[in-house]
């Protein structure tokens, strides 16, 4: 069945026209009844309050003829509103129409054309399953370079962190290096400021044998204070030592966990700790001939002679010639 919006707007026209008519007609009807009820009222009254009534009256008319013009105007407008509504409704059913002739026109091409031959389904449905293969191939693609892409940052964030914790470890190394040397230096210092006071001590073991017995004791007494002084400088070295072993070992641990690749860091680290292997030799012997010359310093002192107490010298000075005492015990 074919909708016709022309017979449809004209039926609805006629029922509209046929609504406003009969509202009229009643809204008519109704104010002469009401006037005529109004007239009917005032022929039975007398005549003051006869005219009471009809000024009465008159006002409840006046009332009456502004609500019908209200409702006049009421009434215009919805007409107004309900024939915008009807063009509105002819303008749709005119779009309607040209949609209509339009889908028509456009049936009637695509039949001329499949009638002609221009479209083939089958070529279409091959063309559309041919874009889809190569579709999932692109996908596939797509997937593939994603999944390498993946696995080359991976590598990369690897390498990189590889990279920080070699120079974090390289860094680490250097400073130790670097903390080490400063120490030989010190250990180099103390050594010829022990060779130089031991010199001194030997320059002043060859002047106690032209001295008198005074300058004798005196000689004595200093040389008791430079063996003190002596052996609290060898128990720095001591501690030097030990400081320097640790040193070693951890250089020899780092030396075993570095990189096997870093070829040139793994041959100076080995150079500076079989040099400084040989330092520590050489401070031992050095100590251990400083040793000896102590001993010697201490079998010249003879056992009546004593420290004396004289009150220049400090408590530290005491406490170090009682240690050197109970030593030479």
Not at 169 to 191: A, F, N, P, Y
């Amino acid at each position: 069945a074919y909708f016709d919006p022309t017979e449809a707007t004209a039926h609805v026209d006629s029922l509209l026209l046929r609504y406003l008519g009969r509202l009229k007609e009643s809204e008519i009807e109704e104010r002469e009844s009401l006037n005529r009820t109004e007239i009917q009222h005032c022929e039975t009254q007398s005549v003051a309050p006869a005219r009471e009534t009809s000024r009465f009256s008159e006002a409840m008319l006046k009332e009456a003829l502004v609500d019908m013009k209200e409702q006049i105007e009421s009434l215009q407008y919805q007409l107004d509103q309900s024939f915008t509504k009807l063009r509105s409704e002819e303008d749709r059913r005119n779009k309607c129409e040209q949609e209509n002739t339009d889908l028509r026109q456009q049936i009637e091409n695509l039949s001329n054309l499949v009638k002609q031959g221009e479209i083939s389904q089958q070529a279409l449905q091959d063309q559309a399953a041919l874009q889809m293969v190569r579709i999932k191939n692109l996908e596939k693609d797509l997937s593939d370079a994603k999944d390498q892409l993946a696995q080359e940052n991976q590598a990369r964030n690897s390498l990189q962190e590889q990279a920080g914790s070699q120079m974090i470890r390289i860094g680490c190394l250097e400073k130790e290096l670097s903390h080490t040397k400063d120490l030989l230096m010190q250990e180099h210092h103390i050594r010829n400021s022990l060779e130089l006071e031991v010199k001194r001590l030997a320059s002043s073991t060859k002047i106690l044998q032209h001295s008198t017995v005074s300058e004798y004791e005196s000689v004595i007494h200093n040389q008791q204070r430079d063996i003190i002084r002596i052996l609290a400088e060898k128990a720095e070295i001591e501690r030097f030592v030990d400081l320097c072993k640790d040193k070693i070992n951890l250089l020899e641990d780092r030396l075993q966990s570095t990189n096997h690749g870093d070829i040139a860091l793994m041959g100076r680290l080995a150079d500076f700790a079989l040099r400084a292997r040989n330092s520590l030799v050489d401070a031992n012997a050095h100590i251990d001939n400083l040793q000896q010359q102590m001993d010697a310093l201490r079998a010249e002192i003879p056992e009546q002679v004593r420290l004396p107490r004289s009150p220049s010298l400090s408590n530290e000075a005491l406490e170090r010639a009682a240690v050197l005492e109970s030593l030479s015990r």
